[in-house]
């Protein structure tokens, strides 16, 4: 695609995230790693690093081993969205499962949402946090009623307020006029999520932890009671372990391999728009999505200079100037007004997914496990990774709603997710079908 015969990439583009640039990816030196912990955590991003802190000042040895530098998965990579999702809307989980069973769900939901705002505060994280609120777009007429009986359901039985928007004053939210109205949810947040990072990073060491990086698992081997944890730098042996690998979890662990689902996630951010564009554009700083079943996301950065765009989840691709370009023209649908605005980064990172879109937290052969966070890394990523170092603890605070419930996998999945492109095209098509019909 070209920008008045010129690439839509800006000079010096980069395929590294955005927010690397605040927040760059700490290079530890190699340490030897102890040949003995008390608990040994795989994965350091959100969950690792939430699940270390708590274990650390409930007074456990804890090794965290990382495959690359801290963080450089999905955690510092995201779009730093502090919410209440889950992929089973609150009516449809009623209907489905009954009131109690939403509700409990739902209620863990807030639970997180509140957990991540107190720790920020508490450890005095400076990620950005900022109570924006999120803007829920409406792709058709029909839509805008789905958000609006949606959001009704959800206030009279969880008390939490909205706004609804019509398409007349959408434009005092964000400058476009694709959407048919909308909903703000007032209370919402977004981060840094780079930085957060960093700060749990620090707390997590400051309490104790020891986080090693160049160290990923090769195998977990039960021994005496507990596990060995290979990596390629030697061997850690500890009473427990806790998996907390998301999209990135591999051979080392193939059982839970199989229960969760990578798929890449894209972004891309601006360049620094005229001083006033942004302003003009997104005035609220509302994080926006829309409600497609293949989601469009806009945020605008922390310092308020750029816009950051996500889309097209679920591309199996590793061409990220490719990327950049479609997503590119997929903004300009939104926001025209950008059409001379080019691309300075753009990145990728594997989020997951499962069976049965929840979230799960739990035991398997032994090991514990946080992980499949369908969407919702930022808060259940960071409270899961608390409630499963209190289950290691033997802390009665561990229970959460989503214990006890089977980790489903597929006789045909051995972790290697080669339907992913099937399943987004079939979402994509329904969404295409749905804005036709309007």
Known sequence: MALNGHDVLAPGFKTSPYWWEAAPRP???????????????????????????????GGRGVVV???????????????GY???????????????????????????????????VALIEAERIDCALRRCGRLIVANTPRHYDEIARALAFKEKHLGEAYVMVPRAELAAEVDTTLYHGGAVIPDLCSIHPGLYHLGLLSAAEKAGAEVHARAGATAVTPRNGGFE??????????????????????????????????????????????????????????????????????????DGKRLL???????????????????????LRILPQLAGTRISHAWSGFCAGTFDLYPHIGELDG???????????????????????????????????????????RWFYTGRPWFMPAVMAHYRRQDRLGDSAR
Not at 36 to 56: C, K, M, N, P
Not at 309 to 331: C, I, K, Q, V, W
Not at 373 to 386: E, N
Request: charged share 20%; glycine share 10%.
């Open 27 to 57: 290079v530890r030196a190699e340490r030897p790693l102890p040949r003995q912990a008390d608990a040994v955590v795989i994965g350091s991003g959100f969950t690792g690093l939430s699940a270390a802190l708590t274990l650390a000042r």
């Open 65 to 79: 081993l990382e495959k690359e530098e801290p963080g450089f998965g999905a955690s510092s990579r995201n779009a």
């Open 229 to 302: 944890v290979s990596t390629g730098r030697g061997s850690v042996r500890a009473a427990q372990v806790l998996v907390a690998t998301n999209g990135y979890t591999g051979a080392a662990t193939p059982a839970l391999r199989r229960r969760v689902i990578p798929f890449r996630g894209f972004m891309i951010a601006t360049e620094e728009l005229a001083p006033d564009l942004a302003d003009r554009l997104i005035p609220h700083w509302r994080t926006i999505h829309d409600w497609h079943h293949d989601i469009d996301f806009l945020r605008r950065s922390p």
């Open 82 to 116: 502090l919410g209440r999702t889950f992929k089973v809307s609150f009516g449809a989980l009623a209907e489905k499962a009954g009131m109690d069973h939403a509700l409990a769900v739902y209620r863990e939901l807030q639970a997180a949402f509140a957990h991540v």
């Open 309 to 331: 765009f996500g889309g097209l989840t679920g591309t199996a691709t590793d061409d990220l100037p490719a990327m950049a370009r479609r997503l590119h023209a997929r903004l």
């Open 367 to 409: 090991l514990h496990y946080a992980m499949g966070y369908c969407f919702a890394g930022v808060p259940a990523g960071t409270y899961l990774g608390h409630k499963a170092a209190l289950a290691m603890m033997g802390s009665p605070e561990a229970r959460t709603a989503f214990h006890g419930r089977p980790f489903p996998t």
